[in-house]
């Protein structure tokens, strides 16, 4: 452990959580340099919902690298571009009548993000963007100025402008209408609300503690936002390919974004992918306004385009996802039953157990990697102990994995482990 400890940058953060140095991993399991097997609730931060070393994805990668592949290209024309821009309109796009243009903005979630605001405001002429309580949205400053969590927002070093958090979905616990307030804010001109470019939203905040919108506030969302000409933009880095169930987590409520951020398992394999996805007419860019080096990550478009071509040209992921889902759910709800101050969240595959405190939901993720589980923790105190296993992982392995966290939970309750 020394050259980590000595070496790497105090920021690091999970390897906190998990002390040991993996070697190995396949499917829903890692495997330490001593061998020892962990079962993966946490795939890679939603990154993996096709598991760790996909056989399918895995010879797709192996087989263009063999034939020596373009691997980097920035946004030329390659063969692996075109067969994803292809794959992702015929599986994807057009079964949802969905008519998007696709903006390759840099490898990671919060270049979607960026981008995503840089062409809203540039669109509209407006500066102002309106985000959410707890949401998250990335580490970048646009990313973090729209961004809830005060100690990643506190890094920054300088002010973060140009946003203005709202309410989200019962953050008031239904005690006023939705948007009561976004509401009177845009119709008086007294209230200081510059006019907005846009909206960004997350359907289910996954880092701001497993909260998931209902689908008729994000309907009433998607009105407002037409109502008063302002951009929708859905954040579906985290929440996207599946992990709610339907491909894009905003299908269940029948709303069309104007913008929609994927990235995360859009690269399929665990490799850096971001998509910015836009309608037609936003498509105002000048060439090279917005550009990046790592734009074009071949062997990322090749993976993607496999997992789309293997998971997504039918029903079967989606069912399985969700009845995974609503089994994660009867557990976490049992639990809350059996344990006073616990609480059940969550849509599809991204499920929490909520706890009085940060101090208590920590201890139980750190009794479930003793046990062989890696959970982490999410929400404004660290307060939600967070269920977010591949998509692919069996029945067995998610009935173990929930085994070990009521044992974990149990140990937590009677005092086995100091919270």
């Known amino acids: 452990m020394s050259v980590f400890e000595t070496l790497e940058s105090e920021v690091r953060t999970y390897c906190r959580s998990w002390p040991v140095v993996f070697d190995r991993a ?39 690298l063999l034939r ?27 079964p949802r009548e969905l008519d998007y243009k696709v903006v390759f903005p840099g490898p990671a979630g919060a270049n979607a993000v960026e981008a995503a605001l840089k062409l809203a405001r540039k669109v509209t002429g407006r500066e102002s ?28 070093g300088i002010p973060l402008v140009h946003a203005t958090p709202m309410p989200y979905d019962n953050y008031l616990d239904g005690r006023t ?3 009561l307030w976004f509401e009177r804010l845009l119709a008086d001109s007294g209230s200081g609300l510059n006019e907005p470019a846009a909206v960004i939203v997350e359907t289910v905040q996954g880092e701001g503690g497993i909260n998931a919108a209902r689908v008729e506030w994000l ?12 951009l929708l ?22 709303i069309t974004p104007d913008i929609v951020c994927l990235s995360k398992s859009i690269g399929a394999f665990g490799l850096p992918l971001a998509l910015t996805l836009i309608r037609p007419d936003l498509d105002v860019w000048e060439p090279g306004e917005h550009n990046g080096t790592f734009r074009g990550i071949n062997p990322a478009f090749v993976a993607a385009s496999a997992a789309l071509r293997e998971y997504w040209t039918d029903d079967t992921l989606e069912k399985s996802t969700l009845a995974k889902g609503e089994h994660v759910h009867r557990v976490m709800a049992e639990l809350a039953e059996a344990h006073s101050g616990l ?15 940060g101090a208590t939901a ?35 392995e998610l009935e173990q994995g929930l085994v070990i966290l009521a044992e974990s939970v149990a140990a937590v309750a009677a005092g086995q482990v100091a919270a």
Do not use: W
């Not at 309907?219 to 302002?230: G, I, N, P, V």
């Not at 859905?234 to 905003?250: A, E, I």
């Open 26 to 64: 396949t499917g829903s399991v890692l495997y330490d340099e001593n061998g020892k097997p962990y079962l993966d609730f946490f795939a890679g931060a939603g990154a993996l919902n096709y598991g760790h070393n996909n056989p399918v994805l895995k010879d797709a990668v192996i087989d263009y």
């Open 68 to 94: 020596d592949g373009v691997t980097h290209s920035l946004d030329m024309h390659t063969v692996a571009k075109r067969d994803f821009l292809e794959t992702f309109r015929d599986v994807v796009l057009s």
């Open 129 to 156: 963007v309106v985000n959410f309580t707890n949401a998250f949205h990335g580490m970048t400053l646009g990313a973090l100025s729209v961004t809830g969590n005060s100690m990643k927002r506190g890094a920054a």
């Open 177 to 179: 209408p939705d948007f």
């Open 219 to 230: 309907r009433a969302l998607a009105d407002l936002c037409a109502r008063h000409k302002m």
């Open 233 to 254: 933009i859905v954040d579906d880095v985290q929440m996207g390919c599946g992990r709610t169930g339907p491909f894009f987590s905003f299908e269940a409520a029948g």
């Open 343 to 357: 609480t059940a969240k969550g849509r599809g595959l991204a499920r929490g157990l909520r706890f009085p405190d």
């Open 362 to 396: 920590g201890a139980v993720c750190r009794a479930a990697f003793e046990r062989g589980l890696l959970m982490e923790t999410s929400g404004p105190d660290g307060e939600v102990a967070k269920v977010m296993p591949p998509l692919t992982i069996t029945d067995d």
